[in-house]
């Protein structure tokens, strides 16, 4: 994961819930390319046509909210969404969306869709180009590393590592 995270926006409202993310008729396969190929189906179903690797989803409050499925973060992730950016998340949602690696930040920002703005997670902040910097909530320190690790299995799998070689 790159920092600071660069991308073009797409804008959302509030009460973004999970069924829209990854409608659940999707829900019985683990392949994680129909997850993409769906992603965000149930608000904009031309959504993963349009997406590109890179691209950082903007919305207002209580994003995926709804049911805790692991799967809706992962359909974006998938999806090439590099980082979400709401005014809140749904707490599931938020700790899904650490434990498999993708980036998100609390914070309310002025943009419009299509815009390049860039997220700099170390710093907890957004920038706008023409509207400015605008402050979100920074990630605690164990969070990022997680999310730096790729996800909470590639982190264990990172410290058990560790643990084995021992110090040196």
Aim: charged share 30%.
């Amino acid at each position: 994961m790159e920092i600071p995270i660069k991308g073009r926006v797409w804008k959302f409202g509030n009460d973004i819930d999970t069924d829209v993310i990854i409608p659940g008729k999707y829900l019985r396969t683990k392949d994680m390319q129909v997850f993409a190929a769906h992603a965000m189906e149930g608000i904009d179903p031309e959504f993963s046509k349009k997406v590109k690797p890179g691209d950082i989803i903007v919305a207002g409050d209580n994003f995926g909210c709804g049911s805790s499925r692991e799967q809706a973060p992962l359909a974006l992730k998938h999806a090439g969404i590099a980082c979400v950016v709401a005014k809140s998340f749904a707490r599931i949602f938020f700790r899904n969306a650490i434990n498999v690696g993708l980036p998100l930040i609390e914070a309310y920002i002025e943009c419009e869709e299509g815009e390049e703005i860039e997220v700099d997670l170390l710093k907890g902040e957004v920038k706008v180009p023409g509207k400015g910097t605008f402050k979100g909530n920074k990630l605690p320190d164990f969070l990022l590393e997680i999310l730096t690790d790729g996800g909470l299995v590639a982190h264990r799998k990172k410290v058990q590592g560790q643990q084995k070689e021992g110090p040196v």
